[in-house]
């Protein structure tokens, strides 16, 4: 049976994109099934103790876009540091791929084009046309699924996600979870890769 991988993150995390074609590659080299979990980050943020970006101080809004060109670059990556719709309210677009995995979609063709969307492309995701046309360019049903996204249902999915990560440690995007072990920001990717390559136990925190 494949291993079971818990995958939180938001359409508006740059880390979350940074990291998203990386992680798929360890998806497809270790066989592992992917729990695709969309979470609003401000709520989660307030709740551990972090701040939204507007909120931290400069000394750590400058580094964070230090961090970024870094990234860029060990990547291989192309996109904007400060695209057009960024800040974004993922609300709709998250829960775009909450739909599609409830009416048995594989979000991920979605993901790629929503992440480059939002970071390279400077489109606003929290229109719905735009993400229709994304969807559809999937191979998804975009208009029911945008129209799906914005139900009560997701929403309570959507919240249900949150819970979950809080369960689970998470308190930030993007956030991997391998058999109740977190590793926590696409720079972790290595890490995990190395938990897979050897098969160890999962580590547990001693506090």
Do not use: C
């Amino acid at each position: 049976m494949p291993r079971q991988i818990d995958y939180y993150f938001s359409i508006s995390s740059p880390w979350a994109y940074i990291g998203h074609k990386l992680f798929r590659d360890v998806v497809a080299t270790y066989g592992l099934t992917v729990n695709h979990k969309p979470v609003v980050l401000v709520d989660l943020f307030s709740e551990t103790g972090g701040l939204p970006l507007i909120k931290r101080h400069p000394v750590r809004q400058r580094y964070r876009m230090l961090e970024l060109q870094r990234w860029r670059d060990k990547r291989g990556l192309n996109f904007r540091f400060q695209p057009k719709y960024v800040p974004l309210n993922a609300r709709l677009a998250d829960g775009l791929v909450v739909a599609a995995l409830e009416a048995g979609h594989d979000p991920d063709p979605f993901l790629r084009r929503a992440f480059a969307g939002v970071w390279e492309q400077e489109l606003n995701l929290a229109d719905a046309e735009t993400l229709v046309r994304l969807a559809d360019d999937s191979g998804l049903p975009g208009k029911a699924l945008v129209e799906r996204s914005g139900s009560e249902e997701i929403s309570q999915k959507y919240e249900q996600n949150r819970q979950e990560a809080l369960a689970a440690d998470v308190f930030g995007s993007p956030a991997y979870v391998l058999d109740g072990e977190v590793f926590w920001g696409q720079d972790r990717i290595e890490l995990l890769m190395d938990a897979l390559k050897s098969g160890r136990p999962p580590y547990r925190s001693q506090i």
